[in-house]
């Protein structure tokens, strides 16, 4: 039986084009060996309101109304698919780094764990402002779990690579480095605040199903 | 009785130098150069010192006499005593910046300024760029940022959550939004084909409940841009407070030493608010993606904005200033608009505005050469225009004139209180004050210098220390007092006049420098009179090629002048050639000839058009002399003509009137005229004889052509008597007078001259009314009652012949 390598899964939506977290995926695949998988997840709600005939799209700039069809809606994803598909060929030559594109339609979240394996590592790209604050540390989600050490393992590697601080943050008080002992609401505030480069967080973590969607940079499910 | 000849010691006035206190000039302590010149001085100190701005000053008098060098003594000591004016800059003007604003500041304080606000500008370029990438001012920024967008999220939340009350899912699509109905546990957007089964009034209401939204959505949207405008507001009004409290100390510190002058506070407060409107100058600006030379941003163009043009500066200054303007064209006088070339355009901005001499003389003095300012187009009427004004407006001469239509800047006008003082020549003066009805409301101080001075034993010395002092300021060898003497009489020669001192000074220092070098030539450490002789003799050996050439035409009979012997109606007037600076002079053979006639003297130089005015009235007097003197009581019958022989040029003035009387009657009374006797003479209506220019030329001029021939020991020359006091011959002409070989006779009346021409009495009128018979005015009054009887015969003929 062909052994399963852990891979590295970018879980992009399809409204939302962020490189930045597959450029992310692509160096912790490469750094760890591990081959990269992007996963587009489209949302099945938009193809259910566009067979609706009275569904009209209002446009986000202007507000003008415009019809929401299912035409025109495949046509804009497949052209995101297939941009997304460029910047993979792109990264595969740059960095010499096996990959393939996967398109699942479903929520976004449930459908991007579903397709982790025990010890992939889950991007997520899906944050909907990125925050730019310079030299904003990698913040490393520290509890007792199995792959608690993972993860501070590939934070500390990504704070190196970035040239940026590491930060722990965790339930509990830990003497390693810079630990912030918070609970989970107070984490995602503390990321507001101050900012992130990256957050990496152990996949069984109860956080996990939160930082995608409320941290904004890229976040690494271990 | 003819008249004696003039003694030798008549012919020249000499200085003895034992008449001088020194050996040398060496001695002598230096004097003002221009010195005993009480009226122009006078005049100039009233015009520097009256406060009324029509009492500028014309200063006029012959060129080279130092007028300027005693305008710039005499002002230059009066400037000691006055104040410092003020400062004066240019700034911008923020509200209109073509129209830059001028700053009044007391002396000093330009600069300061001017340092100040540099320093200002230098501090900002740290302070603001610090202030703006700080962490506090990042953290103010985001959370204006975060606060707009959560007020968006927040409404569109409000809405989604609204919606989904309703049975209806907010979506997020590629390009906008899109509204959908949920199912009926509300978890997800309805398929279509479980719409489809839904009762049609539910279908109708679920679409109504849809559109509903989309308007509301539609709605909400529309605010988006009025919301983003109040955050962008209020992110520079964080700017602007950010801005106030960070310049704010630094203006205010400047502020304080400037409490004084408010016209620099409220500049100083139009930059505060300039600078709170565009921070973003003071920011660092993105490199040029392709770098251009010389390239200068249009933010670091900005930065200028609040720098000071300092136009006048006095900080290092301790008296009013005396400006000296040696070329006032239009701009130097008013100043200048300069611009640059940027992109192929021309630009220019307060910084370029440059001072001209009315601006740097402000407060004080201004000293122009006449000449000059009436040479530069348009000078004079700048001028003019200027001091009328009262204020100095720059402007350009091609906007002034209307050959530009662009209106490139319009400083504003700065206050003028100066004094100028143009120097000129007295022809100038006279011009102007002729022709131009604006001179005497400007220019009404006339400071006239003279350029002689009455010779007498107190300015003998004074002159010698002038002369002293000449020689040291150009570092020339000191004269001995034989040779300030021989000057002393060159310069009675040179004036023609025996009782005055030239104080030419360019001649005198020309011919210093000249006796000069030939002292050091000849290896001596003393100009003695020698060197000032052979300074003299040289430059006049220069100049002398058409004298000499007259001279050998006299000589070989080219040109005919009889120096013996005795002639009817002919006779040797004296005439000046003029080239240059140099004159001679020329003997000129003059004949008359009488018929009957009807009293016309024809003077053929005015019929061939070669006689001037003034040579025509003195042919018209002497005409009038005879008709009063022989034709009181009968017609003048006689006709009569003149000529100069051999003279192919213009003739003018007067001064051979006598010598053409003496012909005329010579003709009229048949009597032969003295050929080695030359007149030169002016005569009046009463037969005076009146003094004329260039003697001592003329009478050389004949000496030199007897002394050709051969001098016999009876030639001469006749003068009016008024002359005597301007006689300056030469050593070799005083020489002969004084062997006996050559004579001089002064005359006061043309009668005197006859006698000494014809050797006849002139003879006096009788009790009976006419004159003797033999003499000369009898001879003349006979011939001509003679021509008067002719005359009737001849008419009363006519008469019988019409009848």
Same mark, same amino acid.
């Given at each position: ?12 939506d ?6 930045q ?6 160096q912790?695949?490469m ?12 949302n099945?709600?938009?193809?259910h ?16 109304l415009?019809p ?5 809606l495949?046509?804009?994803?497949q ?6 598909h460029?910047w993979?060929?792109?990264? @595969?030559?740059? &960095? *010499? =780094?096996?990959?393939? !594109?996967?398109?699942r339609? #479903?929520?976004?979240?449930?459908? %991007?764990?579903? +397709? ?11 944050y ?5 604050i310079?030299r904003?540390?990698?913040w ?8 608690? @050490?993972?993860? &501070? *393992? =590939?934070g500390r590697? !990504?704070a190196?690579?970035e #040239?940026?601080?590491l930060?722990l %943050?965790?339930? +509990?008080s ?29 996949k069984?973590?109860?956080l996990?199903?939160? =930082? ?11 | ?12 006035a ?16 230096d ?12 005049a ?18 012959p ?22 004016p ?6 911008h ?22 340092q100040?606000?540099a ?26 940022e975060?606060?707009?967008?959560a ?7 409000e809405?989604r959550?609204?919606a989904q ?32 089964q ?7 209401r ?46 205010e ?47 670091e163009?900005?930065?200028k904005?609040?720098?000071?043009n300092?136009?006048v ?5 301790k ?7 040696a ?19 021309l ?8 001072p001209g001499?009315?601006?740097r ?42 050959l ?13 209180k ?13 011009l ?37 002092t ?22 009675a ?16 220092t020309?011919?210093l ?14 100009i003695?009179?020698?060197e ?31 120096t ?8 040797n ?8 600076s ?41 005409s ?19 000529v ?16 053409e009387l ?44 007897c002394q ?14 008024a ?31 006859l ?27 006979h011939q001509?009652?003679?021509?008067a009887?002719l005359?009737k ?5 006519e ?5």
């Amino acid at each position: 039986m062909a052994e399963i390598r852990p891979q590295v899964i970018v879980a992009l939506d399809s409204l939302y084009l962020r490189r930045q977290a597959l450029e992310l995926g692509a160096q912790v695949a490469m750094r760890q060996r591990r081959p990269l998988t992007v996963l587009v997840i489209e949302n099945p709600a938009l193809f259910h309101a566009a067979e609706l005939p009275f569904v009209q799209e209002i446009d986000r700039l202007c507000g003008f109304l415009r019809p929401f069809d299912l035409p025109r809606l495949e046509a804009l994803f497949q052209h995101r698919i297939a941009q997304i598909h460029r910047w993979l060929i792109e990264i @595969e030559t740059r &960095l *010499a =780094l096996p990959g393939g !594109l996967e398109i699942r339609r #479903g929520h976004y979240l449930e459908t %991007a764990l579903a +397709a982790a394996q025990e010890g992939d590592f889950l991007v997520f790209g899906t944050y909907r402002e990125w925050q730019t604050i310079r030299r904003a540390p990698v913040w490393v989600w520290y509890e007792d779990s199995p792959s608690a @050490e993972q993860a &501070l *393992a =590939l934070g500390r590697e !990504l704070a190196r690579e970035e #040239g940026c601080r590491l930060r722990l %943050a965790g339930p +509990a008080s830990l003497p390693i480095g810079e630990f912030v002992p918070t609970d989970s609401e107070g984490f995602l505030n503390l990321l507001e605040r101050q900012g992130c480069t990256a957050v990496v967080c152990p996949k069984t973590s109860p956080l996990a199903k939160e =930082l995608p969607t409320r941290a904004r940079c890229p976040v690494i499910l271990v | 009785m003819p008249l004696d000849p003039l003694p030798p010691e008549r012919l020249y006035a000499a200085i003895d130098p034992a008449d001088l206190d020194f050996a040398t000039t060496a001695e002598l302590p230096d004097a003002p150069l221009v010195f005993e010149q009480l009226r122009a001085m006078q005049a100039l100190r009233f015009g520097i010192d009256v406060d009324d701005p029509g009492f500028n000053v014309f200063v006029l008098g012959p060129t080279g006499i130092g007028k300027l060098t005693a305008v710039l003594d005499v002002i230059g000591a009066h400037a000691a005593n006055k104040p410092v004016p003020d400062d004066w800059c240019y700034v911008h003007n923020f509200q209109d910046p073509v129209k830059p604003k001028a700053l009044r500041l007391p002396a000093g304080r330009g600069r300061k300024l001017s340092q100040d606000l540099a320093h200002l500008i230098e501090e900002l370029r740290t302070a603001i760029p610090a202030v703006f990438e700080g962490e506090e001012y990042r953290a103010r920024v985001e959370e204006l940022e975060q606060q707009a967008k959560a007020r968006e999220a927040n409404a569109i939340e409000e809405l989604r959550r609204e919606a989904q009350r309703r049975g209806i899912a907010l979506l997020e699509t590629p390009t906008g939004f899109a509204f959908a109905p949920l199912t009926h546990d509300g978890q997800q957007v309805m398929s279509p084909e479980v719409f489809h089964q839904l009762p049609p009034e539910v279908q109708q209401r679920i679409e109504e409940t849809v559109e509903d939204l989309q308007q509301r959505l539609q709605k909400l949207l529309r605010q988006f841009p009025s919301w983003r405008k109040e955050a962008r507001e209020k992110l520079r009004q964080l700017n602007r407070e950010i801005i106030q409290y960070t310049i704010g100390p630094l203006i205010e510190g400047l502020e304080q030493q400037y409490t004084d002058l408010p016209k620099v506070l409220a500049h100083l407060d139009a930059v505060r608010q300039d600078i709170v409107e565009h921070v973003e100058d003071f920011l660092p600006q993105p490199p040029l993606p392709i770098p251009l030379p010389f390239f200068v941003s249009k933010s670091e163009e900005r930065l200028k904005r609040y720098q000071i043009n300092l136009l006048v500066d006095h900080s290092d200054q301790k008296k009013a200033p005396v400006i000296h303007e040696a070329l006032p064209n239009h701009a130097n006088l008013i100043g200048r608009i300069d611009y640059h070339a940027f992109m192929g355009t021309l630009v220019t901005d307060f910084s370029l505005i440059k001072p001209g001499a009315l601006h740097r003389a402000n407060g004080g003095y201004l000293i122009l050469d006449a000449r000059t300012v009436l040479l530069q187009p348009h000078a004079w009427e700048t001028l003019k225009r200027t001091l009328k004004a009262g204020e100095i407006r720059i402007e350009s001469l091609e906007k002034t004139l209307s050959l530009i239509s662009t209106v490139p800047l319009e400083p504003s006008p700065i206050p003028l209180k100066t004094r100028v003082i143009l120097v000129g020549d007295r022809l100038l003066y006279y011009l102007l004050d002729a022709l131009d009805p604006e001179f005497q409301d400007l220019f009404k101080v006339a400071a006239d210098f003279e350029e002689e001075l009455p010779r007498k034993p107190q300015t003998l010395r004074l002159y010698a220390q002038v002369l002293a002092t000449l020689a040291r300021k150009e570092k020339l060898l000191p004269l001995t007092r034989d040779g300030v003497a021989r000057l002393i009489e060159q310069g009675a020669r040179e004036l023609e006049d025996t009782q005055k001192l030239n104080i030419h000074l360019r001649s005198l220092t020309d011919l210093l420098k000249e006796a000069d070098y030939q002292a050091k030539k000849n290896g001596r450490e003393l100009i003695t009179q020698a060197e000032v002789q052979a300074a003299i003799d040289a430059r006049t050996f220069r100049h002398d090629r058409l004298r000499a050439k007259v001279q050998e035409l006299i000589e070989r009979d080219m040109l005919l002048i009889d120096t013996t012997g005795q002639r009817v109606g002919q006779i040797n007037g004296l005439t000046v050639i003029l080239l240059g600076s140099f004159k001679f002079g020329r003997p000129a053979r003059i004949t008359a000839t009488t018929r009957l006639g009807e009293g016309e003297v024809i003077d053929i130089e005015r019929e061939a058009e070669l006689g001037g005015a003034i040579h025509s009235k003195g042919v018209m007097i002497l005409s009038n002399f005879l008709a009063s003197r022989y034709a009181r009581i009968q017609p003048l019958s006689m006709a009569a003509s003149l000529v100069f022989e051999q003279s192919y040029g213009p003739v003018e003035g007067d001064s051979a009137s006598l010598a053409e009387l003496c012909a005329l009657i010579s003709s009229l009374a048949d009597l032969p005229l003295r050929q080695d006797l030359a007149v030169t003479g002016s005569v009046n209506q009463l037969g005076q004889v009146q003094p004329i220019g260039g003697v001592n030329e003329k009478i050389e001029g004949f000496f030199d052509v007897c002394q050709r021939k051969g001098l016999t020991g009876r030639q001469g020359v006749i003068i009016p008597a008024a002359n005597v006091q301007n006689l300056m011959l030469r050593q070799d002409v005083m020489v002969a007078a004084a062997e006996g070989k050559f004579h001089v006779y002064a005359v006061r009346t043309v009668d005197e001259a006859l006698e000494l021409l014809l050797g006849v009495p002139a003879g006096e009128r009788g009790e009976d009314g006419g004159f003797p018979p033999e003499t000369i005015n009898g001879r003349v009054e006979h011939q001509l009652g003679k021509f008067a009887e002719l005359r009737k015969r001849f008419g009363q003929r006519e008469e019988k012949k019409h009848g």
